[in-house]
């Protein structure tokens, strides 16, 4: 008999027909349930059916998910899963990539290397060159695949990456802040918090996520939830070449029970489920305080977690000398099959949270604690970066995650945090009476132990030396930005992540006096497996206007304003295209991949310089939305860039600004002040165009006024608020839209 987790009308593949049956079970369940007597009753008390067990555990919780989550707005929409077969991603046409290929070149290089590369790019793209001989291929792949692009992206994006996963790829974000007064106030939460994850992983085990919809650019499409499924199946292996993702679809072994807990860098495993039986929070606080006990009465161990966060080909070959001892090999096997990682951090020494404040620049220590764990004397030891979720809770108040990325997206982690938070704030685990095990019926937590050789503590102590480098040269810093949220750019008609997209061109020009290469993440889930792709934000549009509104170029009033439209119209335009699969830097990489998979030669455009400079992300974006009071980090991804992830809300804006400390050339603190500056430099710029759209429209109603002899209440300067609606004037009631480019 499997586990709770597996439920018997569900198989492994996700068929469409199990979706259908599990709901008309979940729904028929209850009835099943009140329609026994009183003495079927009795026996079914005795000896609970355990399909009926799991199907009402998978009721409970999609409807607790349902009742708190933000589904989807469209009350038309009146079964949640989509039970429709995405769209395959599309090839887009080759000749359109290469015009946006170039397009994004053109603020990027001098004319003569433009001029070079235009050339290149027009010669891969004749009629018989290697560009149309390659397209013709791709597009016969792409009818062999479900997504043609996954395999090449994941691999470029981040299977291929060296670095160590610790700040420069791996995100970490920040929850709400906590106030325990004592160690026992550390463990109710971290128990209430595992809860709630098993909680939404009865929902993901199920399938039975309500499916997400497109709000923009045909609203109601329903796109690809494979994410979310991949949220506590996935882990990434250390490769000497390349990482492995395992993320198994089917399996023969049982699903795992248990979780691991990490306290004074000593790794327990934790079973959360017992003879078919979810603990109680009762029972998971008792366990995790037994786990207390054994690590704080235990001897220092060597900070084995370290190597996760090393090298990724040191780490690789350190993990080959761990597995030549079983003792380590079944450890490991431990840690990897696990459903998620919790850390039960020490204190950082950084002074104590405000539960009352609002995020703000001061919490940059909270932020470094979930994105690194503060280096090897604080938390850093106290993690396993493989592992695809990590939930950290500080003795201090601290919450958080850090994430490994290559499985999923920001938006399936959001969504399990928000449910998560949700849970916790609410008083579901409250309602739950369920009667907590004797502390001595439940087996104490098993501590994973390790055999190291003198070679394995050599790794160690390499790993402690590069992590603590790393971990002291992040300059992160912080931004609550109060003056207007993304209210403002709606009012001015503009999409608020387009405006803040400009901010950052604007931002950069005005320290460095020219563009560089920006990424930007859209979301292709429209399409089977969907990813991402990239919008390029970094236009000869945002140089224009950076130009314009620093000065560095003669313009009017009007002439900036058509030229931030222009640009705001140019990010806009380009996300759309991203998201509906036409973006161009996927299919160059499919390209380029493929001719390599052919072994035919290398295409002269990938190996032009133009094409390194592009792929040089020196300005890593994203926007991380979310409901509530947190935010999300992570490090540049080049040495001599930025990493900037915001959050935007309504009426303020929450960024996360990174860079290195020992490159000359960056500065986190000059960034957020300039990003500050260029915010409201924007922002005036509007509401000088406005006021000056009020002024000729009080003077044009004046005229009429005085040519009819007819001058309100005696006031010549009456204007109303109305009078300007997103750029146009209104006169007599009429709609001119006006000359201005508004």
């Not at 079964?79 to 990539?97: A, G, H, K």
């Not at 603020?107 to 004749?126: A, D, K, M, N």
């Not at 790794?267 to 078919?276: A, E, G, Y």
């Not at 990239?534 to 003669?554: H, M, P, T, V, Y």
Request: negative net charge; contains cysteine; charged residues 25%.
């Amino acid at each position: 008999m499997n586990s709770l987790w597996s439920l018997s009308l569900y198989n492994t593949q996700g068929t469409f027909e199990s979706i259908q049956q599990l709901y008309t079970s979940i729904l028929s369940a209850d009835k099943v349930v009140f329609s026994r007597s009183p003495h079927e009753e009795g026996g079914a008390l005795e000896g609970v059916n355990e399909d009926l067990e799991n199907l009402m555990s998978t009721k409970r919780a999609t409807e607790r998910y349902l009742n708190n989550a933000y589904v989807v707005e469209d009350d038309e929409i009146a079964n949640p899963i989509c039970l429709t077969q995405l769209p395959p991603l599309p090839v887009p046409p080759l000749v359109e990539s290469l015009e946006l290929y170039l397009r994004s070149l053109k603020p990027l290089l001098t004319e003569e290397q433009f001029r070079g590369t235009e050339q290149i790019v027009t010669r891969f793209g004749e009629m018989g060159g290697s560009g149309q001989k390659l397209q013709s291929k791709l597009c016969e792949y792409a009818k062999c695949k479900s997504n043609w692009a996954n395999d090449w992206w994941l691999d470029d994006m981040y299977l291929r990456a060296r670095l160590p996963l610790v700040v420069n790829s791996n995100p970490g974000m920040v929850f709400p802040k906590q106030q325990f007064e004592d160690r026992n106030q550390q463990l109710k939460f971290a128990a209430r918090l595992i809860s709630g994850i098993l909680d939404y992983k009865v929902i993901i085990d199920a399938r039975a996520l309500p499916v997400d919809r497109a709000r923009h650019n045909k609203p109601g499409q329903p796109l690809c939830m494979e994410q979310y499924y991949r949220l506590f199946s996935s882990y990434r292996v250390p490769g000497v070449v390349k990482d492995e993702l395992v993320a198994p679809t089917v399996s023969v072994m049982p699903e795992p029970e248990h979780i691991i807990v990490v306290c004074r860098n000593q790794f327990f495993v934790l079973d959360v489920i017992i003879n078919f039986k979810r603990l109680s929070e009762q029972d998971l606080s008792s366990q995790l305080k037994r786990i207390v006990h054994i690590a704080t009465s235990s001897s220092p161990t060597p900070p084995i977690g370290l190597l996760t966060g090393d090298g990724r080909t040191d780490w690789a070959n350190a993990r080959m000398r761990l597995m030549e001892d079983s003792t380590n090999r079944d450890s490991l096997d431990m840690i990897e099959r696990c459903i998620f990682v919790l850390c039960l951090d020490e204190h950082m020494n950084h002074p104590p949270t405000d539960i009352n404040k609002p995020m703000d620049r001061e919490d940059v220590p909270l932020a470094k604690q979930m994105l690194h764990g503060g280096g090897s004397e604080a938390n850093s030891g106290n993690r396993w970066f493989d592992k695809t979720m990590q939930f950290i809770v500080g003795e201090d108040g601290s919450c958080g995650l850090n994430y490994e990325h290559s499985p999923s997206e920001g938006v399936a982690v959001v969504q399990l945090v928000e449910h998560l938070l949700r849970y916790i704030d609410s008083d579901t685990h409250r309602r739950r009476l369920i009667r907590a095990q004797s502390i001595c019926e439940l087996p104490y937590p098993r501590r994973l132990r390790w055999k190291l050789s003198p070679d394995s503590i050599v790794d160690i102590d390499n790993a402690r030396l590069r992590a603590d480098r790393l971990v002291h040269n992040v300059d992160l810093k912080l931004l609550r930005f109060t003056e207007f949220g993304k209210g403002f750019p709606k009012s001015q008609d503009m999409s608020p992540d387009a405006f803040v997209q400009l901010a950052l061109q604007v931002t950069y020009y005005s320290m460095y006096g020219h563009l560089i290469s920006t990424y930007e993440s859209g979301s292709t889930r429209r399409f089977h497996e969907g990813r991402v792709d990239n919008i390029r934000a970094a236009s000869q549009e945002a140089l224009e206007f950076a130009r314009a509104i620093k000065g560095d170029c003669l313009a009017t009033l009007e002439e900036k304003i058509k030229l931030m439209r222009k640009a705001i119209k140019s990010q806009t335009d380009f996300c759309v295209r991203t998201i509906m699969g036409q973006g161009f830097d996927c299919h160059l990489l499919g390209l380029r991949e493929l001719s390599r998979e052919l072994g035919e030669p290398v295409p002269e455009i990938f190996q032009d310089v133009a094409y390194e400079i592009s792929n040089d992300f020196t300005l890593s974006t994203s926007q991380v939305l979310t409901k509530l009071d947190t935010f999300m980090c992570y490090g540049p991804v080049v040495q001599n860039g930025y990493g900037a992830s915001y959050n935007p809300h309504e009426d303020y804006i929450l960024f996360a600004i990174s860079s290195f400390k020992d490159c000359s050339e960056t500065d986190s603190t000059i960034f957020r002040e300039t990003l500050y500056n260029s915010l409201m430099d924007i922002h005036n710029l509007c509401l000088k165009m406005s006021r000056k759209l009020r002024r000729q429209s009080a003077e044009v109603h004046n005229d009429i006024c005085t040519e009819n002899g007819d001058v309100k209440n005696g006031d010549e300067d009456y204007v109303s608020e109305n009078s300007v609606q997103n750029g146009d004037v209104i006169i007599n009631g009429s709609s001119s839209n006006n000359s201005n480019g508004l």
